[in-house]
């Protein structure tokens, strides 16, 4: 049971928008820390997609946005490519744990 | 450049002690706010936080394995070492090592290295 909860599976068409949720507690996203985003391409290493809850690192497209409220956070893709087939993450720190946590994952599927 | 590369054995038996290598270039760990952490991942599952170690020799575990996990630095190597006791199957997973921006998120990240408990 992962301390940040994610939906285990998104669905779009080419060119359409996505959004995967990230829902924490009063103790991580809630308490004001920061959330980031990693994408995980099949059988390769998670990439920072998003960092401090809105901000792509240089390289990832502006398809890619990120947004934090209360004590929750979202992964919007617009656009969708065949090429965001993945497991997206997401991460924030935990104060009750005193520690760095990770959303269960969501796997998105390009129909 | 960052680059992060993870080395151990493939195989431990259960009740072993793992040992894991994290050698790293393009940063150095004795640096103001560098920090490099470890997180693994069972197969078809989600990743999960370890342990992190920071340039001033400041040491964070998991919680929930704080009892069986060892994080110290070679600074001279430009390595960090993980080891944890008592493995047991659950304990199956690619393991990894990253880089730790700003004592908030992983911003570079080793390749990965599979480590399978079997007897």
């Known amino acids: 049971q992962s301390v940040l909860t994610q939906p285990p599976s998104v669905s779009g068409a080419p060119g359409q928008r996505v959004t995967i949720s990230c829902t924490g507690s009063?103790?991580?996203?809630?308490?004001?820390?920061?959330v980031y985003w990693y994408q995980q391409l099949p059988g390769i290493a998670p990439k920072l997609l998003i960092y401090d809850n809105s901000n792509r690192p240089s390289g990832v497209p502006d398809r890619f946005s990120g947004s934090k409220s209360g004590t929750s956070a979202s992964l919007a893709i617009t656009g969708l490519q065949a090429e965001d087939e993945a497991d997206y993450y997401c991460?924030?720190?935990?104060?009750?744990?005193?520690?760095?946590?990770f959303g269960g994952g969501t796997k998105l599927t390009v129909l | 450049q960052i680059t992060l590369k993870e080395s151990g054995p493939p195989l431990v038996k259960p009740t072993q002690t793992l040992t894991l290598t994290c050698t790293f270039s393009g940063f150095s760990l004795s640096t103001s706010g560098v920090g490099v952490g470890w997180i693994r991942q069972p197969p078809g599952k989600a990743l999960e936080w370890l342990a992190l170690?920071?340039?001033?020799?400041?040491?964070r575990y998991s919680p929930s394995l704080k009892s069986r996990l060892t994080i110290t630095k070679d600074t001279s190597k430009d390595q960090v070492v993980l080891t944890m006791t008592n493995m047991d199957p659950v304990d199956t997973a690619t393991y990894y090592c990253?880089?730790?921006?700003?004592?908030?998120?992983?911003?570079?990240w080793g390749q990965g290295t599979l480590v399978t408990v079997s007897s």
């Open positions: 990253a880089h730790v921006y700003s004592n908030s998120h992983f911003d570079y």
């Open positions: 009063s103790s991580n996203i809630g308490a004001g820390y920061d």
């Open positions: 170690i920071y340039w001033d020799d400041d040491k």
């Open positions: 991460q924030s720190y935990d104060s009750s744990l005193s520690g760095w946590v």
